[in-house]
């Protein structure tokens, strides 16, 4: 297993154009999301996933799309980049949505992305 | 709303010496508590977590914490710390390990 893979590891984008962040997870895991990391405010929640077809805002969605179309990939889009963008940003996953016992999230490795 | 305080930004401790990083939270029911360790460039590794049954959890590299409901905190402890344990550490919040919310960190650093 691969485990929670991203692309690109680093990337640079120029005020107003658009990107996708890549994020796979080869674990038939159910739920997903994404977290942007900025010092000294450890990791914040953009948005996530409970399954394929079903997504939902977390903290800071702002300038931020997802889509989940199949179990394994849940890319996010940044619609036209701003300086404030630029963070780490880290996908997570886990087995289960729903149930009430505690399951870990694994996490990616992360993406560089700075905004120019 | 929820949220998670880290006290301490950076903490320093000599190699062999005991370590204590602070954790208190807020939250309106009854919390899954998490500890994740971060090495520099490296994505989130968990350290252990806490929903239910005993307080004291054991987690893996020897550490251990202590859940304590009347004071809203989830403790992270190691008898002796080594050099390859300096890194950052986060405390987190959230449901079922799901949505969590995240403390701002503690960078550890290891005295030789």
């Known amino acids: 297993n691969a485990g929670v893979t991203q692309t690109p590891k680093f990337q640079v984008l120029k005020t107003g154009q658009s990107m996708t962040l890549q994020c796979a997870q080869d674990?038939?895991?159910?739920?997903m999301s994404w977290y942007r990391q900025d010092p000294g405010m450890g990791l914040r929640l953009i948005h996530y996933?409970?399954?394929?077809?079903?997504?939902d805002q977390g903290e800071v969605p702002n300038g931020y799309n997802v889509s989940r179309s199949t179990t394994e990939d849940f890319p996010l889009r940044l619609l036209s980049a701003a300086p404030s963008q630029t963070s780490v940003y880290f996908c997570?996953?886990?087995?289960?949505?729903?149930?009430?016992?505690?399951?870990?999230?694994?996490f990616g490795p992360g993406t560089r992305l700075t905004v120019t | 709303a929820q949220s998670v305080t880290q006290p301490d930004i950076h903490i320093t401790v000599s190699e062999g010496a005991s370590l204590e990083l602070r954790c208190n939270y807020s939250?309106?029911?009854?919390?899954?508590l998490f500890w994740y360790v971060q090495s520099p460039g490296q994505g989130l590794q968990l350290l252990l977590k806490?929903?239910?049954?005993?307080?004291l959890v054991q987690g893996i590299k020897g550490f251990e914490a202590e859940f304590k409901r009347s004071q809203s905190s989830f403790n992270l402890r190691k008898p002796s710390v080594h050099w390859s344990d300096a890194a950052e550490y986060f405390c987190?919040?959230?449901?079922?390990?799901?949505?969590?919310?995240f403390g701002a960190g503690t960078i550890l650093r290891v005295k030789s």
């Open positions: 996933s409970v399954g394929a077809g079903i997504t």
């Open positions: 939250y309106g029911a009854t919390p899954y």
């Open positions: 987190a919040v959230g449901e079922y390990g799901n949505k969590l919310v």
């Open positions: 997570a996953s886990s087995y289960s949505a729903r149930s009430t016992i505690s399951y870990e999230q694994y």
């Open positions: 674990m038939n895991h159910e739920y």
């Open positions: 806490y929903f239910s049954g005993d307080t």
